[in-house]
């Protein structure tokens, strides 16, 4: 399954990071999602990166002020996100999919398509 850590409060403008890590399997071979879910809102795919792929997909809403990137040797994938506004207020999941397809996140991928999930975690930002 994958866990998740990281979150919390910050004020606008500030930074937070997120981790995702794969506990009983290797996340090798596997495209990684993330997505966030606002109050009242669905849930929505912020980012995406497939194994070995050395591009990384993300949503308008977040392009040029988040980063994700993976540390194999930990086995974990991070969400860096920077410069956070009052509306990235969200719950932040990561997800998982196995698969061969390297391009595999080059195509927009909804939330039905992975097959594991973390247990989210809460990011806040407010002043």
């Known amino acids: 399954h994958l866990v998740q850590s990281g979150g919390g409060l910050v004020q606008p403008g500030g930074s937070l990071r997120v981790s995702c890590t794969g506990r009983?399997?290797?996340?090798?071979?596997?495209?990684i999602g993330w997505f966030r879910q606002a109050p009242g809102k669905e849930r929505e795919g912020i980012s995406c990166n497939s194994y070995k792929d050395s591009s990384t997909s993300y949503a308008d809403s977040v392009k040029g002020r988040f980063t994700m990137s993976r540390d194999n040797t930990e086995n974990t994938v991070y969400l860096q996100m920077d410069n956070l506004k009052p509306e990235d207020t969200a719950l932040y999941y990561c997800?998982?999919?196995?698969?061969?397809?390297?391009?595999?996140?080059?195509?927009?991928?909804?939330?039905?398509?992975?097959?594991?999930w973390g247990q989210g975690t809460q990011v806040t930002v407010s002043s």
């Open positions: 997800a998982a999919q196995f698969t061969y397809n390297e391009a595999w996140c080059r195509t927009p991928r909804g939330r039905s398509e992975y097959d594991s």
């Open positions: 009983g399997f290797n996340l090798d071979h596997y495209a």
